[in-house]
């Protein structure tokens, strides 16, 4: 179900409590400012959601909200697991679902890393 990204940030949604590790993930990387993770439904070889430890419900909650660290640091670590992952030569592709339009389902801003494989055209028809 897609969400409202304007309502406020709820602490128990699935990411947050995955940031808690009170459920497990396949962590790859984290650092002080971010965490990435397999998909658990990959739509890729490769499908990453690298997601900030600060409580921001969407990349609109977040670009308004946060501070100057917080954006350098997570876009640093999106910029990091991608090269980690090996991924700049072959290429690779970011996704921020927002809102309903979007098909955000999860309330907390996860940007999808998706690689491994040319992944076609940029949106469904
Ligand atoms: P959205 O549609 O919000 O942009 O994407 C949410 C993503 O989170 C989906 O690709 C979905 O497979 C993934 N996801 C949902 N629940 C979990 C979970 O518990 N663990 C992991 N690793 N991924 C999840």
Redesign the pocket.
Known sequence: M??DATLPYDDQN??AR?LRDE?P??RVYEDDWAVA???????APV?I?VIPRGSYVSWDDFSARASADEIAGFVRAVGHVARAQGLVEPGYRL???TGPH?????PHL?V?LFGGAPLGMMLAR
Not at 102 to 106: A, K, L
Request: hydrophobic share 50%; net charge negative; aromatic share 8%.
């Open positions: 897609p969400i699935i990411f995955l459920i993930s396949r993770f397999h998909d658990i439904a990959p739509a499908h959601l996704l921020a679902n979007g098909g955000q389902e999860v996860h999808h």
